[in-house]
């Protein structure tokens, strides 16, 4: 069936509207498409610590008043640390407990248990948060009576939730629930654990 004149041109008119109208528009210019950004592959995740050069932890078990702590010495003699069973794990001076740990970079000050601004005697990492200095109050680190055994270069102290070691760059604690610790000596303090290297000897 043949359509009207009159039709056709309709038709045609309607479809040209219609392509226009669809809002689509190809150009090729054949140029390469613009380089999308390449999002940079995730961090990898941090390994955990090593257990190549744990100590026995029995060996370095005293028991104060208010229980079970594990204590040990720098093999200087420099430090007197102790782990306190899933509370804490720290440091201070091994002959000067009271006195500035005189480690550079520390703040002048810091609140006591009273909240007053006093020297910081000590380092620590609690079970939670970050790494800090601290005020305390009597020599809460040093095994008393002592001396603590020390602990050799490139050992691992670990017990109940904390580890600790001493390498030529300091002593190092962490807190394995929460991640965070510390590395210090008498040059610097970083609010981060240094692990042992596993080839260490």
């Given at each position: 069936?043949?359509l009207?004149?009159?039709?056709v041109p309709?038709l045609?008119?309607?479809?040209v509207?219609?392509?226009?109208c669809s809002g689509?528009?190809?150009v090729?210019?054949?140029?390469?498409?613009?380089a999308?950004?390449?999002a940079?592959?995730?961090?990898?995740?941090t390994?955990?610590?090593?257990?190549?050069?744990?100590?026995n932890?029995f060996?370095?078990?005293?028991?104060?008043?208010g229980g079970?702590?594990?204590?040990f010495?720098?093999p200087?003699?420099s430090?007197?640390?102790a782990?306190?069973?899933?509370v804490?794990?720290?440091?201070?001076?091994?002959?000067?407990?009271?006195s500035?740990?005189?480690?550079?970079?520390e703040?002048?000050?810091?609140?006591?248990?009273?909240?007053?601004a006093?020297?910081p005697?000590a380092?620590?990492?609690?079970?939670?948060g970050?790494?800090h200095f601290a005020?305390?109050d009597?020599?809460?680190?040093?095994?008393?009576?002592?001396?603590?055994?020390?602990?050799p270069?490139?050992?691992?102290?670990?017990?109940?939730?904390?580890?600790c070691?001493?390498?030529e760059?300091?002593?190092?604690c962490?807190?394995e629930?929460?991640g965070?610790?510390?590395?210090?000596?008498?040059?610097?303090f970083?609010?981060?654990?240094?692990?042992?290297p596993?080839?260490?000897?």
């Amino acid at each position: 069936m043949k359509l009207p004149t009159l039709r056709v041109p309709v038709l045609v008119a309607l479809a040209v509207i219609a392509a226009g109208c669809s809002g689509e528009r190809i150009v090729n210019t054949d140029e390469p498409p613009p380089a999308r950004p390449v999002a940079p592959p995730p961090a990898s995740p941090t390994p955990p610590p090593s257990n190549v050069h744990l100590v026995n932890a029995f060996d370095y078990a005293g028991s104060p008043e208010g229980g079970t702590r594990y204590f040990f010495v720098s093999p200087s003699g420099s430090w007197a640390c102790a782990i306190v069973p899933r509370v804490k794990a720290g440091c201070q001076s091994a002959d000067s407990f009271g006195s500035s740990l005189g480690i550079t970079g520390e703040p002048e000050t810091v609140p006591n248990a009273a909240g007053e601004a006093v020297a910081p005697n000590a380092v620590v990492v609690d079970r939670e948060g970050e790494a800090h200095f601290a005020a305390v109050d009597q020599p809460e680190f040093a095994l008393d009576p002592g001396p603590a055994k020390d602990l050799p270069f490139n050992r691992i102290l670990a017990a109940a939730g904390f580890r600790c070691n001493v390498q030529e760059t300091g002593v190092s604690c962490l807190s394995e629930l929460s991640g965070k610790g510390f590395t210090f000596s008498a040059d610097a303090f970083v609010p981060q654990y240094t692990d042992v290297p596993a080839g260490a000897p």
